[in-house]
């Protein structure tokens, strides 16, 4: 159990665009999605908490305009990077988390998007 | 919030022992994880601790102290395949948030 989706897994984009990314909760409802960022050869850093059917919560340094969360629904969650520039350039990675996601299987990733912005 | 030190590099003879030490401080303890990450792909749960004392999982087994504020991550008969970057994660209380260390990149050479 517990197949998370997530797409694209690679993206380059120009300067000025903007890109979707998807995450798909395969087999169970995801009530709570996390987005983290990870740059190279550091760690996961939170973005965004967000609740189905409510606004997501954001970290300190994160803009919300820039990075759009979706959570429509139990099982898809998306991120909007909107005019990206490079130093947007990163590896996002989505994190569903079940209502009752039993605690000793951890928390599920998506397989993560290397985004690249030229 | 939380604060997650672990060493940033170890390397280690194939088929040997590795020991991966976290300390952390935080506002509200709800567990502890440990994730390992090959180059350019998402986390993989290794193991999870909430209470004091080791859980040991195959080859990997992981350790708490909560009182000291301090885990390790233990990885035996290392393999090839074992060279990645070990994450320490820590839950918090009130949010279920994880918070990550900044990563242990461990090189198992033959």
């Known amino acids: 159990g517990a197949v998370v989706s997530q797409h694209p897994s690679r993206v380059i984009c120009k300067s000025g665009t903007s890109v979707k990314i998807e995450c798909r909760s395969l087999?169970?409802?995801?009530?709570?999605m996390f987005w983290y960022r990870q740059f190279p050869k550091q760690s996961l850093m939170l973005m965004a908490t967000?609740?189905?059917?409510?606004?997501?919560?954001?970290e300190q340094g994160v803009e919300k305009d820039k990075f759009l969360i979706n959570h429509a629904s139990l099982t898809l969650s998306t991120l909007t990077v909107t005019s990206a520039h490079p130093e947007d350039s990163s590896f996002y990675i989505c994190?569903?988390?079940?209502?009752?996601?039993?605690?000793?299987?951890?928390?599920?990733f998506g397989s993560g998007t290397r985004l690249t912005v030229v | 919030g939380q604060n997650i030190d672990q060493p940033t590099e170890m390397t280690a003879t194939e088929g040997a022992i590795v020991q991966i030490n976290c300390t952390y401080q935080t506002s509200g303890f709800n567990g502890l994880f440990w994730y390992q990450q090959h180059a350019g792909e998402a986390p993989t749960f290794l193991s999870y601790n909430v209470l004091d004392g080791l859980e040991e999982k195959g080859r990997f087994s992981s350790f708490l102290s909560r009182s000291k504020g301090y885990s390790y991550l233990l990885l035996k008969e290392l393999q090839m395949k074992d060279s990645a970057s070990y994450l320490c994660?820590?839950?918090?209380?009130?949010?279920?948030?994880?918070?990550f260390g900044a990563g242990t990149t461990v090189t198992v050479r033959a």
């Open positions: 967000s609740n189905e059917g409510s606004k997501a919560t954001y």
């Open positions: 994660a820590v839950r918090d209380r009130n949010d279920y948030k994880l918070s």
């Open positions: 994190s569903p988390l079940a209502s009752s996601q039993g605690e000793h299987y951890g928390y599920t």
């Open positions: 087999d169970f409802q995801a009530t709570t």
